[in-house]
């Protein structure tokens, strides 16, 4: 996969250097290269920002640096047009399925804003083409959309062939099966007063397993009853049900009677 991040700090973009993304540019499972917006400005200040129309607070990111970087990048094609992300509170919810959608293209192209956003024309004329996801990490604004990007690849990197080694790590442990998972230990069994749960020490497969089972129900239902709602109708048997209904936090619609 070929990744090219734009923006006007590539410092921020240091971290990609290291552990599992590194070793997947050395091992050319991944190719990235950072770009700097400023080297797309004209004037001797190389101003990147200007004040938005219609007042209101905070600067924009002006819509020309912009378009002649998306048309660089465009252009310099040995293979496919990148399909654009931005990262923005005002974007789509950012997921385990969009990663995967993510991991499938051949090539992504970031664009980091900073200040208030980016001049909405950049998105219009970038969708004119490319395709383009403005994408949303969750509801909360940080400086820019340096950080958002390094938890994307993160996301997307490790389910890219070969980059994991292996395959039983890749069950998409928190979110494929529309639970969150039960809690792990390790060793020591006793560590500071606190004992690894006995069942787990049982040798007892079926009973690991049935406990796995109602912790991640019971996690899910105390801290993702939204999950626990999305949950297709059979995707809870009976004994799920029962558990459920003895906490008080049952998903609604589900009939926990009889
Ligand atoms: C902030 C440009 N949902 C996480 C997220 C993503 C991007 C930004 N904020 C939060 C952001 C300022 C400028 C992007």
Not at 67 to 73: N, P, Q, S
Not at 196 to 223: F, K, M, N, Y
Not at 236 to 248: C, N, P
Request: some cysteine; aromatic content about 6%.
């Amino acid at each position: 996969m070929r990744v090219d991040i734009v923006t006007i700090f590539p410092e921020y973009l240091a971290p990609l250097e290291l552990s599992l993304i590194g070793r997947a540019r050395q091992s050319d499972v991944l190719d990235v290269t950072v770009h700097d917006l400023r080297a797309w400005t004209h004037d001797a200040h190389r101003t990147v920002d200007d004040s938005p129309y219609g007042g209101g607070p905070g600067m924009v990111m002006r819509p020309e640096p912009w378009g002649e970087v998306l048309d660089a990048l465009r252009a310099d094609r040995e293979a496919d047009p990148p399909r654009l992300i931005v990262p923005t509170p005002a974007g789509v919810p950012f997921s385990q399925r969009l990663a995967r959608e993510l991991a499938g293209e051949p090539r992504l192209l970031f664009a980091c804003g900073r200040y208030e956003g980016i001049d909405e024309r950049v998105v219009a004329y970038a969708a004119s083409r490319m395709t383009v996801t403005e994408v949303s990490l969750g509801d909360y604004v940080l400086f820019g959309g340096e950080v958002a990007v390094l938890v994307v690849l993160e996301a997307v990197v490790r389910l890219l062939p070969g980059v994991l080694g292996n395959a039983d790590s890749l069950v998409e442990e928190s979110h494929a099966g529309g639970l969150l998972e039960a809690p792990l230990y390790t060793k020591p069994a006793q560590w500071r007063g606190y004992e690894v749960p006995e069942v787990l020490r049982s040798g007892d497969h079926g009973r690991i397993a049935r406990w796995r089972r109602e912790q991640a129900l019971l996690r899910t239902a105390a801290r993702r009853p939204d999950l626990l709602a999305a949950l297709p109708a059979d995707a809870l048997d009976e004994d799920d049900r029962v558990l459920l209904a003895g906490t008080g936090l049952s998903p609604p619609g589900g009939d926990m009677a009889e």
